[in-house]
């Protein structure tokens, strides 16, 4: 049986296409179930729907709670029968009224270290503190989420990635999301062997 998994994103998708492709060649004994974004643009719906897998636009009712909003979705992932609920660019904080119906089955890959720019524009931010000779080293981290903290739950892998002098942010941010692709589906090819 293959592992099974639904995706949510709300962008581009890169991390999502390196779980599509993994998953087709064979590298990761897993399959994705249901890709589902709260953005009806999203580049990874495109992705999800050329690769043959089920796609979704699931869109936040007018006056609606968060935690109204959440309780749907949990309903909708459930539905698919996931053994894993993976957050690849998924730009909204999830409330226990989703994260109740997964306990330790949602995974979230961040481009920082622990504890180190938590939210948005994390790759922006570790650039900048670069360029002020703040840091010399940022990362990527990937950690199940139990909880409604922001980029902080325990921790499954982590990778550091060292500052190049004089790069851009375009290089930077493009070395990071390979760093991102490759440390994602060898920590899902972990987890999935661990649980067969």
């Given at each position: 049986m293959k592992t099974r998994l639904v995706v949510l994103i709300s962008?581009?998708?890169?991390?999502?296409?390196?779980?599509?492709?993994?998953?087709?060649?064979?590298?990761?004994?897993?399959?994705?179930?249901?890709?589902i974004s709260n953005k009806a643009d999203a580049y990874g719906l495109v992705r999800a729907k050329n690769a043959g897998v089920d796609a979704i636009?699931?869109?936040?009712?007018?006056?609606?709670?968060?935690?109204?909003?959440?309780?749907?979705?949990?309903?909708?992932a459930s539905a698919?029968?996931?053994?894993?609920?993976?957050?690849?660019?998924?730009?909204?904080?999830?409330?226990?009224?989703?994260?109740?119906?997964?306990p330790n089955?949602?995974?979230?890959?961040?481009?920082?270290?622990?504890?180190?720019f938590?939210?948005?524009?994390?790759?922006?931010?570790?650039?900048?503190?670069?360029?002020?000779?703040?840091?010399?080293?940022?990362g990527v981290m990937i950690h199940l989420v139990p909880d409604e903290g922001v980029d902080d739950g325990p921790l499954l892998a982590t990778q550091e990635i060292n500052f190049i002098q004089n790069e851009s942010l375009e290089d930077f941010e493009s070395r990071v999301h390979q760093v991102e692709h490759e440390l994602l589906v060898n920590t899902l090819k972990k987890i999935i062997k661990e649980k067969q």
């Open positions: 962008g581009n998708g890169s991390n999502l296409q390196a779980i599509l492709d993994a998953c087709k060649s064979g590298e990761l004994d897993a399959v994705v179930v249901s890709v636009h699931f869109a936040k009712l007018e006056n609606e709670t968060r935690q109204e909003y959440d309780t749907r979705l949990a309903d909708y698919c029968l996931p053994d894993f609920i993976i957050l690849a660019g998924w730009m909204r904080i999830l409330t226990f009224a989703f994260l109740n119906h997964f089955r949602v995974i979230n890959i961040h481009p920082a270290l622990p504890n180190t938590p939210g948005t524009h994390a790759i922006e931010r570790a650039y900048e503190a670069h360029q002020r000779g703040e840091i010399t080293q940022t």
